[in-house]
């Protein structure tokens, strides 16, 4: 089957707190959009008015919030993002590139919280419309280098502390191994450039541009 030259792309960008992925996202768009192609930035959670109060309420909610109440409002915001945003960009033949996606919920509310990965893959098949990204950047970091990064006031999530981070990038990891081919290996301790330029080498193969 020969692939429509309309068709869009979906790239996605992971890692934890701190590693550089919205530097990043906003470059690719940048340079997608210097050659000529329609590109949009979204973040997850939130992304349109729905998630964006979704995205509050993980984010800056006082009470303590159950872990499984937790992963399914983040996979409610993204099936939100995915039905009125993602999807009818793709199908318009732009590029999405999302600054976290569903490899996100895997990572923390999984590796994080401890929640059972294989359950969280189908409530996120579910949440996702089966839209599956065509690339993946994991930014790897350490914790240590994270903290330095960090700005001081840190969101309910960001506040959990080394070990919690810690399991996070431990399933990110296993995140790229098990799928080595569409989630990408990047080291976030590079400068800004070298991880810039590594990630658009992968863009370049993957999409004969
Ligand atoms: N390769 C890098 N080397 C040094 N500093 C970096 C690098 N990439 C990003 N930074 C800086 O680290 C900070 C965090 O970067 P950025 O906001 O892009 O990360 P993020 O992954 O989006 O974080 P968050 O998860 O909090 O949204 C920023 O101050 C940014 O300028
Ligand atoms: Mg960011």
Known sequence: MTESISSGKFITVEGIDGCGKTTQAEFIIETLVDLGKSAKIVREPGGDPISES????????????????????????????????????IINGAWVVADRYADSTLAYQGGGRGLSVKSLNEINEFGTYTLKPDLTFFIDISVDVANSRMRVERDRIEKEGNDFQQRVRDQYMKLHESEPERVILI??????????????????EKFNL
């Open 54 to 89: 979704i995205r509050k309420l993980l984010l800056h909610a006082e009470e303590a919030m159950s872990d499984r109440a937790e992963a399914l409002l983040m996979i409610a915001s993204r099936a939100q993002l995915t039905d009125k945003i993602v999807l009818p960009q």
């Open 187 to 204: 080291n976030g301790e590079q400068s800004v450039e070298e991880v810039r330029a590594e990630i658009w080498n992968h863009i370049k």
